[in-house]
């Protein structure tokens, strides 16, 4: 079993048809309104049915906030690798650092001939694209000169730059053993397919990542493992070579694959809208949960080093609460002065008697988990009030040109925010379904005491519905009314000071409900 650490990302890899060009693009918006991480387009240039590959992800770039971008993967012989490797610092500089580079040595080579490609050996193949992961490094330095003397590429006196916004990672698309060496020695990721390379064949290629990156002086865990893969939903067990059944059936499948093979990133081929919705709001919640449970209790089954670097038994005591777990504080910035609730009057969990002064690593996984939840619900409403803004702003333009095609941008603007925060909407609203449904009735029957609190909560869980109900309206409101003029600035206007009441209510209370919540939650776990 091989578990590197890595976080939990899920994407989308839609295809680039050349007949229905919108709908790779308005995937990818849906990609990264629904809460996926990466959108990643193939790349065949020598297939006229096909968008080309990075105009598509430039114009994917301008549509999206949040989800990266990338080739999957950049088909090398027909892309020169100064001009692949300006490209990707281009895009990730416009789209705020959010792009990488996926790249293979090629295939499909007759293809690639009648486009004017050279035809390569599979081992002139390698050993172009160990030259240029080389050439690329050297542009993004952004300094200096890059100097290339390879059999397949020679850059001399070319200046370097320009360097990317963030850190691109080079991930390459590799199966047979050499490019396996080359990856673990040189890339930031791994991304093969299930279609080429089934789970039952990924122990032996990782193992053979894991030595090449020992023997250049690299960790294994510094090759991030992505997996292109396909499904059904619905589909019988057996019925086919990809994901198959319900939403927590895949959880399962993909969690199996990060626990026991390592893979963390799961990019899934398709064009349904539907089935990119369930994806990213049924599976990938279920999915981190898994793995955060396995990795919780495989770090408790191997004890934990201590400051002096013995280790511990399994299911030793190990920390505090207040230093195993570490609840966001409430730092008191209100936007507003419209709370529904006297946050002096909030009652105090008691401490029950013979309550453990120090927990397992174990034990503090669940305290733990609810911060993790609650920290992803931070980010999110960092990005709709990023999202609000960026309207803002396009509001002003729109406003002052009154130019119809503009209008009608905004207006596209409008609905693109709109399916954002009804996203962010559902994903607090089945939060706190949650909670009161099976968290805080499992707590009252464990731990009485902590009922005033639970009470609270709940109560605080309705007035939070309530602001997002407003919120909602202020959507409709947006949407409902010309881009700019009176009527306009009057629905943005409404729209700002319903994400301000969100932000002050939401907040506060999820700070309280931490701090309140960490004790019952390391005594009794989550059910």
């Not at 890899?13 to 709908?23: E, L, M, S, V």
């Not at 013995?310 to 966001?328: K, Y």
């Amino acid at each position: 079993m091989t578990d590197y650490g890595h976080d939990v990302r899920l994407g989308l890899f839609p295809t680039p048809d050349a007949a229905f060009p919108q709908r790779a693009v308005d995937l990818a918006v849906l990609a990264d309104t629904s809460g996926l991480d990466l959108v990643s387009i193939q790349d065949h240039p020598y297939n006229a049915g096909h968008l080309d590959t990075s105009t598509l992800l430039t114009w994917i770039a301008a549509r999206t906030t949040r989800v990266r971008l990338s080739h999957n993967v950049a088909n090398l012989p027909l892309r020169a690798p100064v001009v692949l490797a300006r490209t990707i610092a281009t895009l990730d500089l416009l789209s705020g650092g959010r792009a990488d580079l996926g790249i293979g040595a090629g295939a499909f080579w007759d293809g690639i001939a009648a486009a004017g490609g050279p035809r390569r050996s599979p081992g002139e193949a390698v050993d172009a694209l160990a030259e240029a992961i080389d050439i690329a490094r050297q542009l993004w330095r952004g300094e200096g000169s890059v100097r290339a003397e390879g059999e397949h590429y020679r850059v001399r006196g070319l200046r370097s730059g320009p360097q990317p916004g963030g850190s691109p990672g080079i991930w390459v698309g590799a199966y047979g053993p050499r490019m396996l060496r080359v990856t673990g020695r040189l890339a930031d990721g791994w991304l093969p397919s299930m279609g080429y390379l089934p789970p039952a064949r990924l122990a032996e290629a990782n193992a053979r990542i894991d030595e090449a990156a020992v023997r250049a002086g690299r960790a294994p865990g510094d090759v991030v493992r992505l997996y292109n893969v396909h499904g059904t939903f619905g589909q019988t067990r057996g019925a086919g070579d990809g994901l198959h059944g319900h939403p927590e059936d895949w959880a399962e499948q993909l969690a199996g694959l990060v626990l026991e093979e390592g893979m963390s990133s799961f990019v899934l081929a398709t064009d349904d809208p539907v089935t990119v919705r369930i994806f990213a709001e049924e599976v990938g919640p279920a999915l981190r949960d898994l793995v955060d449970a396995g990795r919780a209790v495989d770090g408790d089954r191997d004890g934990v080093e201590t400051a002096g670097g013995a280790r511990s038994a399994p299911g030793a005591v190990t920390a505090p609460l207040e230093v195993g777990v570490r609840p966001t504080p409430d730092d008191g910035t209100r936007l507003t002065g419209e709370l529904a609730w006297d946050e002096a009057a909030r009652p105090r969990t008691p401490s029950p008697a013979g309550a453990p002064t120090a927990y397992t690593r174990q034990q503090l996984a669940a305290p733990q988990h609810l911060v993790d939840v609650h920290d992803h619900l931070r980010g999110e409403l960092a990005r709709v009030r990023d999202v609000v803004d960026q309207v803002r702003r396009g509001h002003l333009e729109v406003g002052q040109a009154r130019s119809v095609i503009n209008t009608m941008a905004m207006r596209q603007n409008n609905w693109t925010l709109g399916a954002f925060c009804e996203s962010y909407c559902r994903i607090v609203t089945g939060h706190h379904t949650l909670e009161d449904r099976s968290v805080f009735p499992h707590l009252r029957r464990s731990e009485p005491g902590v009922g005033p609190v639970l009470d609270r909560l709940e109560e605080e869980h309705e007035v939070i519905a309530d602001v997002l109900d407003r919120l909602d309206r202020a959507l409709v409101g947006l949407v409902g009314q010309d881009a700019y003029g009176q009527a306009g600035s009057t629905a943005l206007d409404e729209l700002g000071r319903s994400v301000d009441l969100l932000t002050d209510t939401l907040l506060s209370h999820l700070s309280y409900e931490e701090r309140e919540l960490a004790g019952p939650l390391a005594r009794h776990g989550l059910a």
